[in-house]
DNA sequence: AAGTTACTTTCAAAAGC
DNA sequence: GCTTTAAAAAGTAACTT
């Protein structure tokens, strides 16, 4: 046995098992949560970098590989929300996001101020919406913001009020609950940032 | 009238007292009906006073931490509750321990708008992510305090041993994001915000 | 749909796992 | 790192009524 760790410490360091191993743990993420591949190679980027800078050390691989793919979503443009990433790793929330705040702190990466407009092409798959819908409500979150009503809100939930304020508009009739299932947030959320968005940009809602 | 610079109040002030000898909670425990001890759970006896209402950690060494005082004098007159319910009750202490405020949390309000997405692209050491919570997490280096910002203008400064820290740090916020230009005032309410938190200092 | 309660974030100290 | 205390901010969530 003794022989086969020494062949196996000449031929692969511990940073080469954690790297396989988060490698491993970043496919299976990628296979069950449907991740595209250029997002996986982005979050395998960051891990290594993290495995550089130690950053590993006394944290779980499953944890660090989960807050790259966060990370890595969020920089390829095409976040998921960190709780609905936390349903496939078996480490905890809170775990996963001090290795993402860590990763925000001690890497140089830039990650792009989240924004709702990346959370409509999701909701839009899902429930199957036009493209004029989607138009609409990008237009919608764009005068939002201007008119500073979006400060501190879940994008999620601004997204999906604006998809759903759009479909209305556009003589859909799903319901709330439609919107907030396919944004990952209550029904309650979504009248909410309907109420405000509505109010605030003086949207009239056709009566069907 | 005037609602010029930003305002702030002291919520919560944590300080350490240490009375320099070995306590036995067990006993301390049995005595005091208000007392909450399990030490499985946690090696603190816990004391909640209601006069002034501030809870107090007490530990076999002696050693105690008291929250809750939102000024230094409810905070004095706890630690002598604390110090003349333990006499009371068959511990040794001396009659004025040493107190040492480890931790001011103050909330405030810039009274003006805050416009977080261009703030955390210009400040240093700044975090801003809504999805996970609604306030620009700030750390500033000097003072070396932590500051929440909202979206309102309300702000949380915290981390803060004097208060003098925390005045010192919440005009310097203010001075910093309106030199940024991250600042806006409603178009109509320059001069409202009808609360009445006068006794802000 | 309104209300209530409760959790997210930040901080520091204590003793011990 | 965790456990426990307290407190505020604003948003979101989960129950009740």
Sequence with gaps: RLRKWQTRARVQTSYERNFIQAAQELERLKSSMGVPRPCVEQALEIYRQALEKELVRGRSVEAMAAAALYMACRMMRMPRPLDELVRYTKASRREVARCYRLLLRELNVKVPISDPVLYISRIAEQLKLSGEVVKAAIDILQRAKKAGITAGKDPAGLAAAAVYIASLMHGDNRTQKDFAVAAGVTEVTVRNRYKELAKALNIKVPVK | ?201
């Design chain 2, 1 to 201: 009238m005037s609602t010029t610079g930003p305002t702030y109040r002291i919520e919560n002030i944590v300080a350490t007292v240490n009375l320099q000898v070995e306590l036995d909670l067990e006993m301390l425990a049995e005595r005091l009906a208000m007392a909450e001890y399990n030490p499985d759970q946690f090696p603190g006896l816990i004391l909640r006073l209601t006069k002034p209402r501030i809870s107090a950690l007490i530990f076999r060494t002696g050693k105690m931490v008291a929250t809750g005082a939102k000024n230094e004098e409810d905070l004095k007159n706890a630690v002598r509750a604390l110090v003349k319910l333990l006499k009371d009750h068959g511990a040794d202490v001396p009659f004025d321990p040493e107190v040492q405020v480890q931790n001011i949390v103050a909330s405030g309000n810039l009274h003006a708008e805050v416009d977080l997405e261009q703030a955390v692209l210009m400040l240093e050491n700044a975090m801003y992510e809504p999805e996970q919570f609604p306030g620009l997490i700030y750390r500033m280096t000097n003072p070396r305090v932590v500051i929440l910002i909202f979206g309102s203008g309300k702000i949380v400064c915290t981390g803060a041993k004097s208060e003098r820290d925390v005045a010192t740090a919440v005009q310097k916020l203010y001075n910093q994001l309106k030199e940024l230009g991250v600042l806006y005032v409603e178009e109509g309410a320059e001069e409202e915000e009808s609360e009445e938190e006068l006794e802000e200092l």
